[in-house]
Nanobody, 115 residues
Framework: QVQLVESGGGLVQPGGSLRLSCAASGSIFSIYIMGWYRQAPGKQREVVATITRGGNTNYADSVKGRFTVSRDNAKNTVVLQMNSLKPEDTAVYYC?????????WGQGTQVTVST
């Protein structure tokens, strides 16, 4: 069964950067649109960035101009480059297909933006 594993989270000061990676144990990236999602404490999970098989991207208004999503289908990875981070970006970040599929939710990676 294909698994998605997120990594790269951590604690960063406001204005800092982090690079998140999502690795798949199988070749699902060549099949699906992929997305990065996040869930902050007490809030619903939301999609922040998506990327099609051809590389077309879309972003939530809250992260436009600060986050960049990319994918490498051959390496089965999706990357989220996050710049100019704000405290409100604090959340657990997940990758999944778009639309999401229950079987692909992983543990996520915690991003904390704080002084």
């Amino acid at each position: 069964q294909v698994q998605l594993v997120e990594s790269g989270g951590g604690l960063v000061q406001p204005g800092g950067s982090l690079r998140l990676s999502c690795a798949a144990s199988g070749s699902i990236f060549s099949i699906y649109i992929m997305g990065w999602y996040r869930q902050a404490p007490g809030k619903q999970r939301e999609v922040v960035a998506t990327i099609t098989r051809g590389g077309n991207t879309n972003y939530a208004d809250s992260v436009k101009g600060r986050f960049t999503v990319s994918r490498d289908n051959a390496k089965n990875t999706v990357v989220l480059q996050m710049n100019s981070l704000k405290p409100e970006d604090t959340a657990v970040y997940y990758c999944n297909t778009v639309p999401s599929q229950t079987r692909y939710w992983g543990q996520g990676t915690q991003v904390t933006v704080s002084t």
